[in-house]
């Protein structure tokens, strides 16, 4: 019982706090590739401080839910963290499941939209019918890659996948697994918008759909939303490190192999980070009617992944 | 006076709960009246099953009647049909013999039938009604004959006997009842294609009506399909297991793509009870076929899974219908791009039909989350069987439940975002006032029991696993302990409750967060940014139109929108713009290549006929004098 609210503590804060720092490094690599200094890799922490200085500018139109939104999308983010194993294969909750992992960021887009619409513009009306859109459409994905993965580790607890898949290396280099990382890591881009599904480092209206749903939140709010934004790609990130590199994930919680199961994580976090990096720097936005194309490519890739497990048991 | 028989109702509604719930525990009982009607008489007798969907009409007529004293207390037209609609619903799940099970089947489709027909005056519940009657009987006939040809098979007309006598039955003579019984059954659940009359005649109806059918009477269909599949004509091949799990996976996936296009508010949750229906017909469709490859434990756990989505449907959807009549009650209007703004106005029903949104979109730790979420567990338990063409249909089954639950996701934050938040789109919406209390009270109640067939999983699948496990006639298998649901061991586990605790401790840190770091507390009200422009207006808000065009453009394929731009303009200049006219209406598919060219060919059989038919006397003497010689060369 202590352990795991320790450990329940310690991936919390690990990523919460260690969040702004990945996308902070994500925007000076990105910065880098193409020829810019860009800002120092704590600048995210920096720009959080100053949000929450600052007074927030709530619109007279909006209601509850647009207030109380950054609170549960921040709620859902931070049991996701405790879900996920972060720094050991043994999960706080005992009954962390990916299913419920998915539909706890679903749950998140789910007011994140309501207080897009709740703005009464445009724009948040926009992002809200598109965020939703790419959500739906990712979904299948999403279940079928889980599926894969359920199958071969012959449980949906996401600690029993770690662990089983870092005591049998085998089954993780297999092709079938590949596809599903590959269908996984797609997903990954849609939902947590990145290039080439949707641009984080844009505010032009006709290609936003995140920053759109978002662009009437200021001051505290905003800073936790944006906050929940960086800890989900950090969580998202995590997962495809863990899940489909289970190497150097302890499956005891003492200190040492804690610490060096959270270097282990930082030297796989900096290899994903840094394909993520090169990866938006290469491709395109596609058009926003594209995307389905992207998602139902990455379907078929998981569906491969699925049959892979039927036809080579 | 009608305040007085709608606290009957819901009198009533408490008694067959009780009863309900007695007879899922294991209360027996039958009653015989066997002189009133031939054929049998009145036979009703009540079983685990029988008490689980007899306790689902009394627990959704409680709140639906205490709501029908706000919504038409004073109206007097068809409180009787009310009355009776209710009771025959609650004696379809506890007849014992064809005669008893046909009456009570008949008469609440007649019930609803003058339900549906409430506003006589508009031409289009005059055709709802019309649509709804000839679906219908067409349903009944369908059933009339499959429960005939078992008669005759079996040589009783009681369902006790069919049971027993079922397994020594030839192949043969199983197959055609089983077609008939299932497609009866299925237009009554408004499985695709037999969908059509739905969404026209549960809006049509009086919001409390509309909720008891959408969420009450299409689950009876459900019963009837597990009573036909696990009972009278048990054990079903594999075959059909899988046909139920694709038609489920089907009208899963039709009826959110419907419903996430549709502006008015009725008609998109009637298509989302397609949906629903989908949804459990995916988790029976498993069960039947675990069971048919010999997997009974896996066939319990899908069951039961399929069977407590169908509660929990009833629990949700009659709350977001009793919303929607809330929000109609007060703006006369179903037409989502004419409100907005409601959350202000009626804060208690927005906040509930929110709620219920939350729940049907299956966000943890609400009720729609843990049904679908073991359904997903039992589809994904599929690799037990060996047999790849199962495998992939099971696998086809759960891309289909995903899609449509990322679906339902968009469908609901469409009908509780456009029709409560911002700003109003109708001055009837910016006067809108909030529903009386009796309304309220019914609203809440719902609610109320979204919160506990939520957390209490361990109580209510355990329930349902005991009445599914002698129909099956597999022994139980472990479902968990305590607070925790447990699926075959380690595979899978959930617990809504501890969920819920830390859920709620999580929504802490955020503010504890902010107080440590000092965040600022000062807030400013002010408009709307709108790129510079002054005054916010409702016309700058997306509709509900608008915001589903994504999926009108993904899914073109099997809307196809048809897109018409009218444009006027100014007899002096192009450049000026008189009036635009916009509609992008979709096609409906199923009546265009199912039912147009079935009706076309039903006609020209018609014409046909009528030649035969001339009128004249003379032909029909003709006519019985060659029948008279043929029949005498024959014999």
Request: with cysteine; charged share 10%.
């Amino acid at each position: 019982m202590i352990t795991d609210l320790a450990l329940a503590l310690i991936q919390a804060l690990v990523v919460a706090a260690g969040a702004p720092l990945l996308v902070g490094v994500l925007r000076t690599l990105k910065a880098r590739l193409v020829g810019r200094r860009g800002p120092r890799p704590w600048q995210p922490y920096a720009d959080l401080a100053k949000l929450l200085r600052k007074e927030a500018v709530v619109s007279t139109t909006t209601s509850w839910v647009f207030r109380v939104t950054p609170y549960v999308l921040f709620a859902t983010m931070l049991v996701a963290a405790v879900i996920v194993p972060v720094v050991a294969s043994r999960t706080a909750l005992p009954f962390a499941g990916i299913i419920l992992l998915m539909y706890l960021f679903l749950v998140g887009s789910f007011f994140l939209a309501l207080a897009g619409l709740d703005s009464g513009s445009a724009f948040g009306g926009m992002g809200a019918s598109r965020e939703v859109a790419v959500a739906a459409l990712a979904e299948p994905t999403v279940i079928l890659a889980v599926f894969a993965l359920a199958l071969r580790a012959d449980t949906t607890n996401l600690g029993g996948i770690v662990a089983r898949l870092s005591g049998e290396p085998s089954l993780a280099a297999s092709p079938g697994h590949l596809l599903a990382f590959a269908a996984f890591f797609i997903v990954m881009l849609a939902e947590t918008g990145r290039l080439p599904v949707d641009n984080p480092a844009t505010h032009l209206e006709l290609t936003m759909i995140h920053e759109a749903m978002v662009l009437e939140y200021s001051g505290r709010y905003l800073a936790l939303v944006e906050w929940a934004g960086a800890m989900k790609l950090f969580v998202f990130l995590t997962l495809l490190a863990n899940l489909f590199f289970p190497w150097g994930v302890p499956d005891l919680v003492a200190p040492v192999p804690i610490v060096l199961g959270l270097l282990a994580l930082a030297g796989k976090l900096a290899v994903l980070t840094v394909g993520l990096a090169v990866l938006e720097t290469i491709v395109a936005k596609l058009r926003l009617f594209r995307v389905p194309e992207l998602l139902a490519g990455s379907f078929a890739l998981a569906l491969l992944s699925v049959t892979a497990v039927f036809l080579v048991p | 006076m009608s305040v007085l028989l709608f606290g009957l109702a819901a009198a009533g509604g408490a008694l067959a709960t009780v009863v309900g719930v007695a007879g899922m525990l294991g209360a027996g009982g039958s009653l015989s009246l066997p002189g009133l009607v031939p054929l049998g008489g009145i036979a009703l007798s009540l079983d685990p099953l029988g008490g689980l969907f007899l306790a689902m009409v009394g627990t959704t007529a409680i709140p639906a009647s205490i709501y029908a004293i706000g919504y038409a207390g004073g109206e007097r037209r068809g409180v009787l049909a009310y009355l009776a609609f209710v009771s025959a619903m609650g004696l379809v799940p506890l007849a014992a013999n064809v005669m008893t099970f046909l009456i009570a089947w008949e008469l609440m489709s007649l019930a609803s039938y003058f339900l549906v027909l409430h506003d006589r005056d508009d031409p289009e519940s005059v055709d709802a009604a019309w649509l709804y009657a000839v679906m219908s009987q067409a349903g009944l006939a369908c059933l009339l004959a499959g429960m005939l040809l078992l008669t005759a098979a079996t040589g009783s007309a009681t369902f006790a006997d069919w049971a027993s006598a079922a397994p020594d039955l030839t192949p043969g003579a199983r197959v055609l009842p089983l077609l008939l019984l299932g497609l009866g059954f299925a237009s009554k659940a408004g499985v695709i294609p037999l969908h059509v009359w739905l969404p026209r005649a549960h809006p049509a109806a009086p919001s409390h009506v509309s909720a008891l059918m959408s969420g009450v009477m299409v689950k009876l269909g459900i019963y009837g399909l597990v009573r036909a599949s696990l009972d009278w004509l048990s054990p079903t091949p594999v075959w059909w297991g899988a046909a139920v799990l694709l038609a489920g996976a089907v009208s899963a996936v039709v009826g959110i793509l419907y419903a996430v296009v549709e502006r008015d508010l009725k008609r998109l949750l009637a298509f989302s009870s397609i949906e629903n229906v989908g949804v459990i017909l995916i988790g029976l469709g498993a069960g039947l076929v675990f069971r048919g490859v010999g997997l009974g434990g896996l066939a319990v756990l899908a069951i039961a899974a399929a069977l407590y989505h169908a509660v929990n449907h009833a629990a949700f959807k009659s709350l977001l219908f009793l919303g929607a009549g809330a929000v109609v009650h007060a703006t006369g209007t179903r037409n989502m791009n004419a409100l907005g703004g409601l959350v202000t106005r009626m804060p208690w029903t927005a906040g509930c039909f929110v709620f219920g949104a939350a729940a049907i979109a299956a966000l943890p730790p609400l009720n729609g989350f843990v049904s679908e979420w073991l359904i997903f567990q039992a589809l994904l338990q599929n690799v037990q069987m060996a047999r790849l063409e199962l495998n992939l249909t099971f696998t086809f089954g759960l891309a289909a439940l995903a899609l449509t639950s990322g679906l339902t996701l968009a469908c609901f934050v469409k009908a509780a975002g456009i029709t409560f938040l911002a700003v109003p789109r109708s001055d009837a919406a910016a006067r809108a006032h909030e529903a009386p209390v009796s309304m309220r009270a019914a609203m809440v109640l719902l609610a109320g029991a979204c919160v506990f067939l939520g957390l209490g999983p361990t109580l209510v699948l355990p329930a349902l696993a005991r009445l599914a496990g002698p129909l099956v006639g597999a022994e139980l298998p472990a479902l968990g302990d305590g607070l925790t649901v447990r699926i075959s061991g380690e595979f899978a586990a959930l617990s809504p409750v501890a969920l819920t605790v830390v859920l709620g401790a999580a929504l802490l840190a955020p503010l504890v967060a902010l107080r440590l770091l000092r965040a600022s507390h000062r807030t400013r009200w002010y408009e709307t940014w709108a790129c510079g422009r002054m005054l916010q207006t409702a016309r700058m808000e997306y509709t509900a139109t608008a915001f589903s065009n994504p999926f009108k453009r993904v899914f073109d394929f099997f809307y196809r929108p048809e897109k018409r731009l009218d444009i006027e303009f100014h007899p002096d200049s192009r450049f000026f713009v008189e009036r635009i006219e916009y509609a992008n209406p979709t096609r409906p598919l199923f009546e265009e290549w199912l039912y147009e060219p079935a009706l076309a060919a039903l006609s020209r059989v018609a014409a046909l006929t009528r030649r035969v038919q001339s009128g004249s006397a003379n032909a029909y003497l003709a006519y019985i004098l060659a029948a008279l010689l043929l029949l005498l060369v024959l014999a």
